[in-house]
């Protein structure tokens, strides 16, 4: 009898007999750990080599992710560089653009599970990832004993309770990074940079997903351990990097460019043109501020005239976008907007011949730089003041 109300009891209360703003506690710090075990060991570290880890955090950062999610680095690693490689094409493992967003949201850890078992896959993309004695005789052979170690643990700690401890647990990483990152990511959201894919930011303030959120930001600078460019961002990963390696448990090696201003040039020269293309995401923002600055001030004009300014608003979300990223909806307003106000569509032109300069594959460097000089005199003789500023600050460029 008295084993029976002590087992019970444990069933009850678990052996902490904790609260429950004690277990809700328990599991947001458990599940933290995890999103930053996979951002900063799976994605920066081993699938992008943006940082270098030390021996202790690396070995952590595995056992941790054995027991919170089964997940083995060489098919997290490979599955991640092919995304890379192959993003929104047919062979993209977990496209929203190719799968549709319902199935990469729901269906994510599916889609995971489906190329994890492609062993070209692993061939190809799952190079330089660990292969010593633990990795190969637990991690990866015995890879879902882990979560069932931890599925005990939370038994015995809360009772009954940890087996929905559990399932938040487990649930964690299939719906934010499969679900979320991989689908919304790709799907809805801001976006700073005018990457060649339509990977977006989620939020600016993502404590939750580790900083995984801010995904246009790394699709734009892929190799980069921190992730945040605006001053409004916050990457928390990167606040534990910079943390880890203060104590030197980490290394840094890449960080986001950053344009560098010098005095203003009499001309553009092949220094420029180094500039430009070095930091072509970074001159096209702020080329895309200036342009929607520019459509601004014309609606203003507009609503001064009391006139219908519907189009207008609608084009101007998009006139900054590369044509192919410009949904066929929004493509009759940009055509009436550009045919109705000269300003925009001169900017969406020069526009346009600016990032051929990187694009062209069959110019020399010299004919290049010199294409650059007559586009900045160009925009510099139109008349438009926001082409003007803009020549003037791409001649203080430096790579």
């Not at 299939?174 to 990457?195: D, L, M, S």
């Amino acid at each position: 009898m008295i084993f029976f109300d002590a087992a019970l009891d444990w069933l009850a209360n678990g052996l902490l007999n904790a609260s429950w703003w004690q277990i809700v506690l328990y599991t947001l710090v458990t599940t933290h750990i995890t999103i930053a075990s996979v951002t900063i060991y799976l994605h920066r570290h081993q699938a992008h080599r943006a940082m270098d880890l030390h021996a202790i955090p690396s070995h952590f950062f595995r056992f941790w992710l054995w027991l919170g999610t089964g997940q083995v680095t060489k098919e997290w690693v490979s599955i991640h560089r092919k995304h890379h490689a192959k993003c929104e094409t047919a062979e993209d493992p977990h496209s929203p653009q190719a799968y549709g967003i319902k199935k990469v949201f729901w269906e994510g850890a599916e889609l995971y599970r489906a190329e994890s078992k492609n062993k070209e896959t692993m061939t190809k993309y799952g190079h330089g990832t660990p292969n010593d004695w633990i990795e190969r005789n637990l991690y990866t052979r015995y890879s879902w004993q882990g979560v069932g170690l931890m599925m005990i643990i939370n038994l015995a700690l809360f009772g009954a309770a940890g087996l929905a401890v559990w399932a938040v647990q487990m649930a964690w990483i299939p719906v934010t990074a499969a679900g979320i990152i991989n689908g919304i990511g790709h799907y809805w959201g801001y976006r700073n940079f005018e990457a060649p894919d339509a990977s977006t930011n989620i939020s600016p303030w993502g404590i939750m997903i580790g900083g995984e959120e801010l995904h246009n930001n790394h699709h734009t600078y892929p190799t980069s351990a921190k992730f945040s460019v605006k001053p409004y961002e916050f990457d928390i990963g990167w606040i534990y990097i910079r943390a880890m390696e203060k104590v030197g448990l980490a290394t840094v090696k890449k960080v986001p460019p950053k344009l560098l201003l010098g005095s203003v040039q009499p001309v553009a020269d092949e220094k420029t043109l180094e500039a430009l293309i070095a930091h072509r995401y970074e001159v096209m923002a702020g080329f895309a501020r200036e342009l929607r600055r520019a459509g601004k001030a014309e609606i203003e004009v507009l609503q001064a005239k009391k006139a219908d300014v519907s189009v207008l608003r609608a084009a101007n979300r998009w006139l900054h976008r590369d044509d192919d990223k410009v949904p066929a909806t929004a493509k009759p307003h940009i055509a009436q907007a550009r045919a109705e106000h000269p300003v925009l569509d001169k900017m969406v032109t020069m526009r346009e011949e600016l990032r051929q300069m990187w694009l062209t594959t069959t110019a020399s460097r010299e004919q290049l730089a010199a294409d650059l000089q007559a586009w900045c005199h160009r925009a510099e003789e139109s008349g438009i003041a926001a082409l003007r500023e803009f020549s003037m600050k791409l001649r203080a460029a430096r790579a």
